[in-house]
């Protein structure tokens, strides 16, 4: 799979540069997205190569489970036969200055959880 800066985005984009210039900062972030090598100035290409796999593989299971979610009303049909007309609907305001894609959405995506300390919190975080 050949990932472009097309498939990032513009967060994912200026993480890999902080990484990039200083990996050995960012060890536990490269760690938690499943590089198992040496992590050093010698090794950036492939750290750089792990974590955008990891960014576009954890992206894409999100928009699948989005999608099981909405089949559950039968909105993923919907969406699917008529694209267009379903993109105010995921996009905050007008449509001036965005292009809704799947980048988008998983963007502005931010769980709300109940305060810390109620019992149905680690119920909402499983």
Known sequence: MC???ENLTTVEKELLKEVKSDCTKYTELILENNYTGVIDEKHIDEILGSLKVSFVTRR???MKEFM???SSYGLDEIIKSHPEECQP???HGGLENILPDADYLFSIMSPVYLSSGCSRRSVEEE
Do not use: A, M
Request: overall charge negative; hydrophobic content about 60%; cysteine-free.
């Open 68 to 70: 099981i979610g909405l």
């Open 60 to 62: 894409s299971l999100y």
């Open 3 to 5: 990932i472009t800066d």
């Open 89 to 91: 609907l995921f996009v």
